[in-house]
T-cell receptor, first 111, second 116 residues
Framework: DAKTTQPPSMDCAEGRAANLPCNHS???????VYWYRQIHSQGPQYIIH???NNETNEMASLIITEDRKSSTLILPHATLRDTAVYYC????????????FGAGTTVTVRA | GAGVSQSPRYKVAKRGQDVALRCDPI?????LFWYQQALGQGPEFLTY????????KSGLPSDRFFAERPEGSVSTLKIQRTQQEDSAVYLC??????????????FGPGTRLTVT
């Protein structure tokens, strides 16, 4: 599985967009980029995933570079409830069920 | 609908005791996973079931750890002769698709095990 690199922490102002980077330079053509987050004392929560194209859902947007070696998760209007650890995970679709969370990025949204 | 539930939420065990942790997945979900999360770290994979079949137990740290899902729904993770290094949050997740396509896993709140 491709490894990912994320900054250990970042702060964000409430109401502003939060842009979370992830490097996955060894990603292969069939590997997807997944994002999960874990709010304190809760289990991880799926946010979004993508292969090549940018994706958007009600929670966030995922921007994947053309060479697919990096991606950015965008929380468009961060709220205090978005304070969590965010994990970028690369998965090959077939038979790849083991989520390798790594250390993630601790995002603190400040009022 | 109801999400993944786990019980107990908190468990304190004395070293050497056996513990059993329960997971109720989302109804109808075929796949079930157990993860272990040590303090300050990301979750780590323990084992995977598809229906009642345990297809992967490569992440179980020792033969003191045993998981079962006899009827393809509820699962139990059992730890025998607990040690202090077993202290962690044990997370259960379920998914409604098998292998072959990307899918999301739905996690329960976890059971925090403290071994004293």
């Amino acid at each position: 599985d491709a490894k990912t690199t994320q900054p250990p922490s970042m702060d964000c102002a409430e109401g502003r967009a939060a842009n979370l980077p992830c490097n996955h330079s060894t990603i292969s053509g069939n590997e997807y980029v997944y994002w999960y987050r874990q709010i304190h004392s809760q289990g991880p929560q799926y946010i979004i995933h993508g292969l090549k194209n940018n994706e958007t859902n009600e929670m966030a947007s995922l921007i994947i570079t053309e060479d697919r070696k990096s991606s950015t998760l965008i929380l468009p209007h961060a709220t205090l409830r978005d304070t969590a650890v965010y994990y970028c995970i690369v998965l090959f679709s077939a038979n790849d069920y083991k989520l390798s969370f790594g250390a993630g990025t601790t995002v603190t949204v400040r009022a | 609908g109801a999400g993944v539930s786990q019980s107990p939420r908190y468990k304190v065990a004395k070293r050497g005791q056996d513990v059993a942790l329960r997971c109720d997945p989302i109804s109808g979900h075929v796949s079930l996973f157990w993860y272990q999360q040590a303090l300050g770290q990301g979750p780590e994979f323990l084992t995977y079931f598809q229906n009642e079949a345990q297809l992967d137990k490569s992440g179980l740290p020792s033969d003191r750890f045993f998981a079962e899902r006899p009827e393809g729904s509820v699962s139990t993770l059992k730890i025998q002769r607990t040690q202090q290094e077993d202290s962690a949050v044990y997370l259960c997740a379920s998914s409604d698709l098998g292998t072959g396509d990307p899918y999301e896993q739905y996690f329960g709140p976890g059971t925090r095990l403290t071994v004293t």
